[in-house]
């Protein structure tokens, strides 16, 4: 089996996993925002790869079902990031109900079960 990878395949995955590192050491963060971080790296680098990781954050953001609050910061359901994740082919990335959690005291109010978009974008 190893055999029928291509070389090809395989410096991808290696460039992909050293962007995954690199981006990770950028800002210390939990396991969820780790996983988002990778799961959102693999998809610029392969739709916007002509895109900074700043430019892409900005276009990525839009994409979030968002709602104003009061204080003019976006904020998102918590449990529509499975959703955003799921509509642009990150099945495998979706988090679980604890990793959800974790996010929510990072980047969130866990009362209302919102995420502020803007700290999300910081820790990924």
Known sequence: MI???????????????????????QQAASAPAE???CAFESYRQAHFSRE??????????????TMSQ?????????????GVLSRIGLSDSLLS???LETLLSEAGTPQSRMLSVEKIMKLV
Request: charged fraction near 30%.
């Open 70 to 82: 009061e204080g003019g910061g976006n904020m998102m359901p918590a449990d529509d990031l499975n």
């Open 52 to 65: 900074t990781p700043t430019r892409f954050r900005k276009e990525f953001v839009k994409a979030f079902p």
């Open 35 to 37: 996983k988002l971080r």
């Open 97 to 99: 109900k604890e990793e």
């Open 3 to 25: 055999g029928s990878i291509s070389s090809k395949s395989c410096s991808s995955l290696l460039r992909l996993s050293a962007s995954c590192r690199a981006f990770a050491t």
